[in-house]
């Protein structure tokens, strides 16, 4: 009995579809096929690119990196396979491979069914449309979700707090996290300046730093400009009062008198005029309270002597003489030091050297 045998390799241990070899025969019908050309979206601004219907970013830094990722998504969708191999691509993209219309890629495709292996390399051509993404061309736009109303509690914003305001908004916009995040446009407004941002995250997280740092009371509103997909649309306002206090400055509150020092979480530190000691007013109250404020004007007084119960000094400019009580954050102070200190209703207040 004649032997039947693969009509192109001549194998005989193998069974036989039209006349040859599994492995013959795929390699003539190969159980996968290019079904179409890639085509992909890809922006111009971004490695970012967009397969189906929305736009995805990769986290490459050049075009080789962004082309690998790109190819890697999109060749599974192109590629049609019988559904019983199981199947492997490696595109092969060179080092040096520029982003054009249309790329040809060579991609080794391995297929697999038991203990057969078929595997080829076939050109893919992949067209690349360069279009900006949605992110970019809201950038370009100057499309914004937030603003940011920043305004002082006395008049005019400080060039120093707008300094720290600026600070806060680009150590942010540096954090990965908002890298895709920007600040469309700064408007300059009489008492103060509106900062229109990207995002509502990005607009809350700013507004919160400078509360905490810079002790601003915060009010949000909403203004609905539309409904889109059945959500609200409209612009996200963050009115952000800067209390504009500086170090030294008095602040008069109802039941207490204090140096300001700083911020701390929203809290005002400041120190007890009375007592020295400091003393922390929690951010609502400050808020809430009728609060008045003003830089004190300072003299210079030298120690002249110091008893159990009193200091005396001596003005520097007119020489005149005051005794006043010693209290116990004095206790550092020497004969002969000459201090800094202001007249409040008549009482000489203590401000430098710092009281402890
Ligand atoms: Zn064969
Ligand atoms: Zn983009």
Redesign the pocket.
């Given at each position: 009995m004649a032997k039947r045998f693969?009509a192109?390799?001549g194998?005989t241990d193998s069974p036989l579809i039209e006349n040859?070899?599994f492995?013959?025969f795929y390699k003539k019908h190969p159980p996968f096929r290019v079904k179409s050309e890639p085509k992909i979206q890809i922006c111009p601004n971004c490695f970012s690119y967009k397969l189906s219907k929305k736009w995805m970013q990769t986290d490459s830094s050049n075009n080789f990196e962004f082309l690998e990722q790109v190819i890697e998504q999109a060749l599974p969708l192109f590629i049609k396979h019988s559904p019983e191999f199981k199947i492997s691509l490696q595109p092969q993209l060179s080092e040096e491979i520029e982003i054009k219309e249309k790329i040809e890629i060579p991609v080794l495709i391995t297929a697999e069914k038991n203990d057969i292996v078929i595997s080829e390399t076939v050109p893919v051509n992949i067209n690349l449309e360069s279009s900006p993404c949605g992110r970019c061309s809201k950038k370009k736009r100057g499309y914004f979700e937030a603003i940011l109303q920043f305004r002082g509690l006395r008049g005019r914003i400080s060039e120093e707090e707008r300094r720290q305001v600026y600070n806060i908004i680009e150590n942010f916009l540096n954090q990965e996290r908002y890298k895709y995040d920007y600040i469309p446009q700064i408007k300059e407004k009489k008492q103060g300046f509106d900062i229109y941002v990207s995002t509502i995250g990005l607009a809350k997280i700013i507004a919160e730093s400078v509360k905490e740092y810079m002790g601003a009371n915060l009010y949000e509103s909403f203004k609905l400009l539309g409904m889109k997909d059945g959500k609200k649309k409209g612009t996200t306002s963050i009115s952000v009062r800067l209390p504009s206090f500086s170090i030294g400055e008095i602040i008069q509150l109802p039941d207490k008198t204090l140096i300001f020092e700083k911020f701390e979480k929203g809290n005002l530190i400041g120190k007890d005029l009375e007592t020295g000691k400091q003393l922390t007013i929690q951010h609502k109250e400050l808020w809430e309270s009728e609060i008045q404020s003003w830089k004190p004007e300072t003299k210079e007084y030298l120690i002249i002597s110091i008893t159990t119960n009193f200091l005396q000094l001596m003005d520097l400019k007119t020489y005149e003489i005051f005794e006043i009580k010693k209290e116990p954050p004095h206790h550092n102070l020497k004969e002969g030091d000459t201090i800094k200190a202001t007249k409040i209703d008549e009482k000489i207040l203590i401000l430098t050297p710092e009281i402890k």
């Open positions: 693969c192109l390799c194998k040859l070899c492995s013959c």
